[in-house]
């Protein structure tokens, strides 16, 4: 069975780092992309970004870039997303999901596979 | 800067057919932008819907269905059930891997 497993839920203080993960369990891992969704309360959902796990070629958001960092262990199928020093805005569901991009004909089939997301809640 | 739209809210009667639409500020959608749709109830991760502007998902019924309508792409629902009750997002593939989301319908069946 293809799923996708994400860490538990967090509650941080503000300044604090964070590290959260999503394992790939049932197909070939380092053959897709994992993409990375942030959903705050009672709001939709925003694109963070993409790495592949073969060779953690990452891709950002212009509204993420230098806000997240995504990598990646191939050795333990594991995608992470990274925080240095979290603020309150940051508190959110955060969902990964498998991104069917093909790179080099740059064709993309849509985000398939989903974790059952990681809520994020940060306060003092 | 770019922006995906969609109308904020629908409703629908059971049985019946609805057009969801996903547009852009900066251009008209077209294949190119392969685009995606999504559902979503409270609570629960997105469900795939539809991909490559008009493929179905495993395991979507055929009462789903996407397309390019004039300058934007659908999501048509045909025989809409209560459980059809949900958020909709549709996706847009902008280039060099990065996605952008619309701001999602919100769908009442009733």
């Known amino acids: 069975d293809v799923q996708l497993v994400q860490s538990g839920a967090e509650v941080k203080k503000p300044g604090e780092s964070l590290r959260i993960s999503c394992q790939g369990f049932g197909y070939s891992f380092t053959s897709y992309w994992i993409g990375w969704v942030r959903q705050m309360p009672g709001k939709g959902l925003e694109w963070m970004g993409t790495?592949?796990?073969?060779?953690?070629?990452?891709r950002y958001s212009p509204s993420f870039q230098g806000q997240v960092i995504i990598s990646a262990d191939k050795s333990t199928n594991t995608a992470y997303l990274q925080w240095i020093r979290l603020q309150a805005s940051d508190t959110a569901t955060y969902y990964c999901?498998?991104?069917?991009?093909?790179?080099?004909?740059?064709?993309?089939?849509?985000?398939?596979?989903w974790g059952q997301g990681t809520t994020v809640t940060v306060s003092s | 800067q770019t922006v995906v739209t969609q109308e904020p809210s629908f409703s629908v009667s059971p049985g019946g057919t609805v057009t969801l639409t996903c547009g852009l500020n900066?251009?008209?959608?077209?294949?190119?932008?392969?685009p995606s749709w999504y559902q979503q109830t409270p609570g629960q991760p997105p469900r795939t819907l539809i991909y490559?502007?008009?493929t179905r998902s495993s395991g979507v019924p055929g009462r789903f269905s996407g397309s390019i309508l004039g300058n934007k792409a659908a999501l048509t629902i045909t025989g809409a059930q209560a459980d059809d009750d949900s958020n909709y997002y549709c996706a847009l593939y902008m280039g060099s891997g990065v996605v952008l989301f619309g701001g999602g319908t919100k769908l009442t069946v009733l």
């Open positions: 999901a498998r991104n069917n991009w093909n790179y080099v004909l740059d064709y993309y089939s849509g985000l398939d596979v």
């Open positions: 900066s251009d008209s959608v077209s294949a190119y932008y392969y």
């Open positions: 490559d502007t008009s």
């Open positions: 790495i592949y796990l073969g060779d953690s070629d990452t």
